[in-house]
């Protein structure tokens, strides 16, 4: 199994400020990925991280809103940018079994933007 | 793309009740199936899985769910639900194959009534 640190569990954060959630596994693991679960639905993959390149973004998300970093095989960094109320939701950050089995999860960081 | 129904969002149960939960996803082609839990203050967590071979598979906890091709469902099942069942149940799916990205459903939260 992995365990998956995910910090910070909550915050607060105004309008138009950025916010950066780190999501540390005690394993090497080649993928990463970062879901958003909105009040009342479904957990939507918003991009993956490779070690070594470029963050792959699902359909309607952008580098540019969710910058991603991933500079070794334990650790990776996700940004909140210019963050609206709508921005609002639970971040989670998860990894993969061995045998692409199951995913492992982080315990979600809850934004509320103001 | 594949995508996730599950027709329950709130379901209240006496303890002893008997408990099913349905899903159904939309992919013509060949999927894995995945029941994922969250209880009170837990990370989400894998309770059952289906690849291939018996179309009903058994998870943790008593709990089994029953993968029906000409359906597209893999409904959760319970025959008698505990107090600790209380928690939130996602459905997910992806398409069978190496890593393929996973979907997941809206979720229904368990309640029971002890």
């Known amino acids: 199994s992995a365990v998956i640190s995910q910090k910070p569990s909550r915050d607060i954060c105004q309008r138009g400020t950025s916010l950066t959630i780190q999501c540390q596994v005690d394993?090497?693991?080649?993928?990463m990925f970062w879901y958003r679960q909105q009040p009342g639905q479904s957990l939507t993959l918003i991009a993956t991280a490779n070690q070594g390149s470029e963050a792959t973004y699902e359909s309607g998300f952008v580098i540019d809103k969710f910058p991603i970093s991933r500079p070794n095989l334990t650790f990776s960094t996700l940004t909140v940018s210019n963050m609206s109320p709508e921005d609002s939701s639970i971040y989670l950050c998860s990894v993969e079994g061995p045998g692409n089995e199951k995913l492992f999860f982080g315990s979600g960081t809850q934004l509320s933007v103001l | 793309a594949q995508s996730v129904s599950q027709h329950n969002h709130h379901v209240i149960l006496s303890e002893a009740a008997s408990l099913e939960l349905g899903c159904n996803y939309s992919?013509?082609?060949?999927?894995?199936l995945f029941w994922y839990v969250q209880y009170p203050g837990q990370h989400l967590q894998l309770l059952l899985k289906y690849f291939s071979g018996d179309p009903l598979v058994k998870g943790i906890k008593g709990f089994e769910a029953e993968f029906i091709k000409s359906k597209f469902s893999f409904n959760l099942r319970k025959p008698s639900v505990q107090w600790s069942d209380t928690a939130e149940y996602f459905c997910a799916v992806n398409r069978a194959g190496g890593y393929q990205k996973v979907t997941f459903g809206t979720g229904t939260k368990l309640q029971v009534i002890p």
């Open positions: 992919y013509g082609g060949t999927v894995n």
């Open positions: 394993s090497q693991v080649t993928m």
